[in-house]
C-alpha cells in the first residue's frame, strides 16, 4: 500500500470526511440547520409524508431523537404536521413549501461542494473513486 509519509490509507480518509463534514456545517449553518435536521429533510424529501417512528426508522435514530428533530423542524418552518390519512389517531410529518425550497437549496449546495472538493480529480479518478467506495459499502 502506497503512503504519503507516515499518513494511512484510514488518516487519509479519515481526514477527507472531516473535511467534507466541516464543510457540510458551514453551509448548513446559512439554513441554521444541524446535520440531523438536514437528514431528516433529505428523507421526507426522498420518501414523501411519513410518521415520525418511519422517520425515525430511516435515520436509524431513538424515536425520542427523530421527535426533537421533527421539533424543531417545525418550529423554523420546514415541516408540518398532519393526521394520517390511513389512522386518523396517527400524525405524519411532511416537508412544508418552505422545507422543500430549502431542501432543493440545500441539495443544490451539496452538489457545488462536491463538485468543489472532487472536481480536483479527473473523470477517470472521480469513477475509480466511485466504484471503490461503493465495494466498501456493499454488503452483500
Known amino acids: 500500500m502506497e503512503r504519503s509519509g507516515d499518513e494511512s490509507l484510514a488518516e487519509a480518509f479519515w ?23 438536514a437528514r431528516a429533510m ?8 411519513m ?3 418511519a422517520l425515525s426508522e430511516h435515520l436509524r435514530i431513538a424515536a425520542r431523537s427523530a421527535t426533537e428533530v421533527i421539533d424543531d423542524l417545525e418550529r423554523i418552518g420546514f415541516v ?12 405524519q410529518v411532511s416537508l412544508s413549501a418552505a422545507g422543500r425550497k430549502a431542501s432543493a437549496d440545500i441539495r443544490s449546495a451539496r452538489s457545488e461542494e462536491a463538485e468543489r472538493m ?11 473513486l466511485h466504484r471503490l467506495l461503493r465495494k466498501l459499502t456493499d454488503e452483500s
Open 118 to 128: 472532487f472536481g480536483r480529480l479527473s473523470e477517470a479518478e472521480q469513477r475509480n
Open 15 to 37: 481526514a477527507v470526511a472531516r473535511q467534507l463534514r466541516r464543510n457540510s456545517a458551514q453551509w448548513l449553518s446559512s439554513w441554521n440547520l444541524t446535520p440531523s435536521q
Open 42 to 49: 433529505r428523507t421526507l424529501d426522498r420518501y414523501g409524508s
Open 51 to 53: 410518521r415520525p417512528s
Open 80 to 91: 408540518e404536521r398532519s393526521a394520517d390519512p390511513s389512522d386518523r389517531r396517527a400524525t
